[in-house]
């Protein structure tokens, strides 16, 4: 070959690879200012459509374009649910790399939440991710870089802080908010989380030891469903429904439930920007790969504000809020004289950007997002690991580590399986 043909077909193969790369950039931030006109359609495509994943087929503001999954029966399903010209996918790495796709919905199982919610924000796209936020506190602060870096805008789906009732309160959490607020319970609070109060810690969400070694069914993926989690031998009370019950891939009821009943605390507590100093835990070490259950958790902040998690349901009379003035019980019924007489003479809280479809094109902060979501995820994985090691520890919020144990450090950031990494 001579030098004119060998310079130009080099010439030719920079050019592709540069056409290639540019493709990949997703459409509403070729102008480099992350705008989205209001005649555009956002659209979305969804990582894992088991039961949530299918569950959120269809939500304003965005068309669905595109679906995953490692199951084909869980993709033959939902795709029956989709509208006509939807596409399937096998490896969520192809949606990634979708320039059509704006929104990416991660409903796979928490073990793949941090790696996919990165991914995603590092390839251009707005993510809304399912809770818990990620499986580890160190999974949530590579989230967290990775949205910032990236100029991302992300929603965790969980939403009491800001809709709906909450549990058994009987009301939403912004009437609560502004009771905290206004300092008529007085200071320091405990806020005691159990039935008594309206929240089941769903303790049939526990492993099983021992499990036989099942063949794997030709439907599944199962090496891509592990991903980063460690090989273990297939059997089906490890996937799917009852996942949940091993620490490889979540954390039991604190896991499932952690989040949606922790985050609204979080909030009306002000505790966006910062996590408990302690958890205090009452229970035996767990085994190292199922979820067992426990007795109780206490999380202790800086200011002497504390949120009980009663696993025993040991306090039958505990009011939700407890402070020196006075206490807040479900169906907001306090022991406070005239409350909402007196609750009127202050001001709400302030108001919150809860339209996910506006804040990506409006580029405005949701109102549960990377940063506050990340410290109501870490309250939890701070709680998981208590429970695992069945021990009391100490932290550092700002370092976001444990005091003096190595043990309970070594779960923050935990090894992943070849070849994935965040």
């Known amino acids: 070959m001579n030098q004119t043909n060998q310079n130009r077909r080099s010439f030719l193969k920079t050019a592709a690879l540069g056409v290639a790369a540019f493709t990949i950039v997703p459409r509403h931030v070729l102008g480099g200012t992350g705008y989205l006109a209001p005649s555009d359609e956002l659209t979305k495509a969804i990582i894992g459509v088991g039961g949530m994943g299918r569950g959120h087929i269809a939500y304003p503001g965005a068309r669905l374009t595109a679906i995953c999954d490692v199951d084909k029966t869980h993709l033959d399903i939902a795709l029956k649910q989709c509208p006509a010209g939807v ?14 796709v704006d929104i990416v919905h991660i409903a796979t199982p928490p073990h793949w939440h941090g790696i996919m919610a990165a991914e995603a924000a590092k390839a251009g796209k707005d993510i809304w991710c399912e809770k818990p936020m990620t499986r580890t506190i160190g999974e949530g602060i590579r989230v967290k870089e990775a949205v910032q870096r990236h100029g991302r805008i992300f929603r965790l789906n969980t ?32 806020v005691t989380v159990s039935a008594t109060t309206g929240f089941d810690w769903k303790f049939y969400w526990v492993g099983k030891t021992g499990l036989e070694i099942q063949p794997v069914p030709a439907e599944l993926d199962y090496d891509s469903w592990l991903g980063p989690a460690p090989f273990k031998p297939y059997n089906v009370h490890r996937t799917h429904g009852t996942f949940r019950g091993y620490w490889d891939y979540d954390g039991g009821g604190l896991g499932d439930m952690g989040q949606h009943y922790l985050d609204p605390v979080q909030y009306f507590l002000g505790k966006d920007d910062t996590s408990p100093v302690e958890v205090i835990v009452d229970g035996a070490q767990q085994d ?63 108001p919150q950007m809860t339209d996910f479809a506006e804040a990506v094109r409006t580029r405005t902060t949701f109102a549960l997002n990377d940063q506050n979501g990340f410290r109501s995820s870490t309250i ?43």
Not at 87 to 100: A, N, V, W
Not at 165 to 180: A, C, D, E, S, W
Not at 303 to 320: Q, S
Request: charged share 30%; aromatic share 10%.
């Open 159 to 190: 939403w009491f802080r800001f809709a709906d009732n909450f549990y058994g309160m009987g009301t939403r959490v912004k009437p609560i908010r502004k009771l905290v607020q206004s300092g008529l319970l007085g200071w320091p609070l405990k």
């Open 288 to 350: 190292t790969d199922a979820c067992g259950t426990w007795k109780r958790v206490e999380l202790v902040y800086a200011d002497g504000c504390r949120i009980i998690l009663d696993g025993d349901n040991k306090d039958t009379n505990a009011a939700y809020i407890e402070g020196p003035k006075g206490k807040l019980y479900p169906g907001f019924r306090s022991d406070i004289p005239d409350l909402e007489k007196k609750l009127a003479a202050f001001p709400d809280p302030e």
């Open 380 to 422: 939890v994985n701070m709680a998981i690991i208590a429970v695992r090691l069945g021990r009391s520890l100490k932290f550092d919020p700002e370092k976001l580590q444990f005091i003096g144990d190595d043990g309970a450090n070594a779960l923050i950031n935990q090894p992943m399986r070849a070849p994935w990494s965040i």
């Open 87 to 100: 596409k399937t996918h096998h490896d969520y790495r192809e949606i990634l790399q979708d320039p059509s």
